[in-house]
């Protein structure tokens, strides 16, 4: 089994696992824009059901995340795929970085290929889910936004006055939201590293990973 597969493999895991705990968050949303997006409508349930799915949302994370842990042992001990051992190394990389933000750092492993190169940089680390709940939450909302656009009989946003200031504004907005993550975690000193370690930033880490399947 490739390196790249392995990778592969287990960002789905990650992925899924990511919904999985993002569900009752884009539960609550179709839940409190009930009249906006008409999505749950059209399916015919009603906006006093969704008590109910946002209960069953909450009530099935924990026992699927156990299930999907099962799940994944039993894949590497029966295809002998060294996951965890991959995970380990992974950790240890993220520990050993010599960047605060270990997406910034120059260097990639050219040992895997370049599609996967980003991926394996960021480690399934904290930073790793940090960038795909932002990423998840902006398409979910574009989703939602553009829904509600498209079942407002008679509007449309090429002649509204108010769309480019909109637009103006989601994206100061956003530049907002990027400087207080910022601030926020210097403030905080989350992911904090030494500064003596992150001076090495730039010496090759180019490990052969092909070791894990040997």
């Known amino acids: 089994m490739e390196v790249e597969d392995l990778i592969g493999e287990y960002s789905g895991y990650a992925n899924d696992t990511l919904a999985l705990l993002y569900t009752p968050f884009f539960v609550?949303?179709?839940?409190?824009?009930?009249?906006?997006?008409?999505?749950?409508s059209l399916y015919g349930i009603r906006v006093q059901d969704f008590v109910f799915y946002f209960l069953f949302s909450l009530a099935i994370a924990p026992f699927q995340v156990v299930i999907d842990?099962?799940?994944?042992?039993?894949?590497?001990?029966?295809?002998?795929?060294?996951?965890?051992?991959?995970?380990?190394y992974m950790a240890l990389r993220f520990s050993r970085r010599r960047a605060r933000w270990k997406g910034n750092e120059?260097?990639?492993?050219?040992?895997?290929?370049?599609?996967?190169?980003?991926?394996?940089?960021?480690?399934?680390?904290?930073?790793h889910y940090f960038v795909q709940t932002l990423y998840v939450s902006g398409m979910t909302q574009v989703v939602l936004g553009v829904q509600a656009l498209l079942w407002c009989e008679g509007y449309s946003i090429f002649a509204d006055f108010g769309t480019v200031p909109t637009l103006l504004v989601c994206y100061a907005l956003c530049l907002l939201l990027e400087r207080a993550c910022i601030a926020g975690g210097l403030c905080f000193g989350i992911w904090k590293i030494d500064a003596s370690i992150e001076r090495?930033?730039?010496?090759?880490?180019?490990?052969?990973?092909?070791?894990l399947f040997r």
């Open 28 to 40: 609550a949303l179709l839940w409190l824009y009930y009249d906006e997006t008409v999505v749950a």
């Open 106 to 127: 120059a260097i990639v492993n050219k040992q895997i290929d370049e599609g996967l190169q980003s991926l394996d940089k960021l480690c399934f680390s904290a930073q």
């Open 200 to 211: 090495m930033e730039g010496q090759d880490e180019s490990v052969d990973l092909q070791g």
């Open 69 to 88: 842990i099962i799940f994944l042992n039993i894949i590497e001990w029966y295809h002998h795929r060294p996951i965890h051992d991959y995970l380990d």
